[in-house]
């Protein structure tokens, strides 16, 4: 099976997801990925190395921690696409204005709709142009993708907490939608 895999998806696999359904989507999608046939947009490795920089900054994860998540991703099989020519940067323009989404979110979907592949996300706003667009969706988000770094401290947390692992947010009800 072919999947195209968000940035979102990638990074769960540094935190905790709060609700637990939602971790236990997240540990079956990072735990069976060698089951699939991975794409990922040229701009991905960036935009996961923007997930943990924002991670560390906000104290969230120890550099150790990122170290031994790079070499894990380093081991997966991912077929990075190339730079979008101008005909896909045309059409990826067309799907961000028509869904309301960013550039790069856009190229999840144009790359999706090209490979014939399903989508990993947890971001809804992601999600819901893909299923707009005919593409099958591992996740149904109810919120944005970012990690709980982005918004400052958990104030749910407590001194039980995995401080490896921080928690996210609760707005995921992730499960395959056609």
């Keep these: 099976m072919k999947l195209v895999l968000d940035a979102s998806v990638a990074l769960s696999g540094l935190y905790t997801r709060a609700a637990a359904q939602e971790a236990m989507v997240a540990q079956h999608l990072l735990a069976s990925i060698g089951n699939f046939e991975i794409r990922v947009p040229a ?41 979008p020519t101008a005909e896909r940067a045309t059409a990826i323009h067309k799907l961000a204005q028509n869904h309301g989404l960013t550039a790069y979110d856009a190229a999840y979907v144009e790359l999706t709709i090209r490979s014939g592949s399903d989508l ?4 809804r706003k992601l999600s819901d142009a893909a299923r707009a667009c005919g593409v099958a969706v591992f996740g149904q988000p109810h919120g944005m993708a970012e990690p709980w770094a982005a918004y400052g401290s958990n104030p749910e947390a407590s001194a039980d907490t995995d401080t490896e692992r921080p928690t996210a947010p609760p707005y995921f009800t992730p499960y395959l939608v056609r």
């Design 43 to 83: 701009h991905w490795h960036i935009e996961v190395a923007n997930g943990m920089l924002r991670l560390e900054r906000a104290g969230q994860l120890a550099s150790a921690k990122i170290a031994k998540f790079v070499r894990q991703m380093d081991r997966l099989a991912l077929l990075a696409d190339t730079p």
């Design 120 to 123: 990993a996300t947890f971001d």
